[in-house]
């Protein structure tokens, strides 16, 4: 297969460091157009700078499952606002950190099927998204990032302190879930709860109950709190 690359400096506008760098033309397509509504809904406008950590990468791919070798995945570290900074590896900061972090991979996952986030147990992910298309945007039980990143809001947004962020749609999940938005498996629905989860994470003032880190720091295993 030959790849379709292109060099990038800027994605959806905005300045990227470092540059220049290559990418897939399709995926760099569907990432500007998910960056753009990333702009749209946060309340800061777009961002002034993107810091990344790397994008295509030129080495084999013998299992066809290297998304960075097929140019269709990028690894964000941070966005920069001129008032902000949202990444993983602020999550730990503040509960507003973590609010902000939520909202940002809610408006990442409404566009790029694949993101992978900062509750990943692998324990790669806590300084950067992964980002790729290999599936496409859209709600699955089965797919353990989006079910950590859910948990995760659930947590922090509904207060939901009887779940764990472990990947697992299980029941207690899908109840809170279900009586936080309703059947998930609803496209519209799905929707409608990443833009709740984003509204309520870039509210500057939010907070459900006390205003203490409800996340653990750890991979969602444990019992620890911050
Ligand atoms: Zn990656």
Redesign the pocket.
């Known amino acids: 297969m030959t790849l379709d690359l292109v060099s990038f400096t800027t994605i959806a506008g905005v300045p990227a460091t470092p540059v220049p760098r290559k990418i897939g033309r399709a995926f760099l397509a569907t990432l500007e157009t998910a960056l753009e509504q990333l702009w749209k809904l946060c309340p800061w406008g777009p961002a002034r700078r993107i810091i990344h ?2 994008a295509y990468v030129q080495r084999p791919d013998p299992n066809m499952v290297d ?2 070798a097929q140019a269709r ?3 964000v570290m941070h966005f920069e606002w001129d008032v902000v900074e949202v990444g993983p590896a602020m999550v730990l900061l503040s509960p507003t950190d973590l609010r902000r972090y939520l909202a940002v991979t809610a408006v990442l996952e409404l566009g790029i099927g694949c993101t ?1 986030n900062y509750w990943q147990p692998d324990a790669k992910h806590k300084n ?1 998204w ?3 298309d290999h599936r496409s945007p859209g709600w699955s039980p089965g797919w353990m990032p989006q079910i950590r990143h859910l948990q995760a809001s659930l947590i922090e947004f509904w207060d939901h302190q009887d779940i764990k962020i472990d990947g697992v749609y299980g029941p207690r999940t899908r109840a809170a879930a279900e009586a936080s938005f309703g059947d998930l498996a609803d496209p519209t629905v799905w929707r409608d709860a990443l833009l709740e989860i984003s509204r309520r994470g870039f509210a500057p003032d939010f907070s459900a109950g006390e205003d203490t880190l409800k996340i653990e720091p750890g991979d969602g295993s444990g019992s620890v709190r911050a």
């Open positions: 950590g790397g998304r960075h995945a990028i690894d992978l950067h992964h980002l790729d």
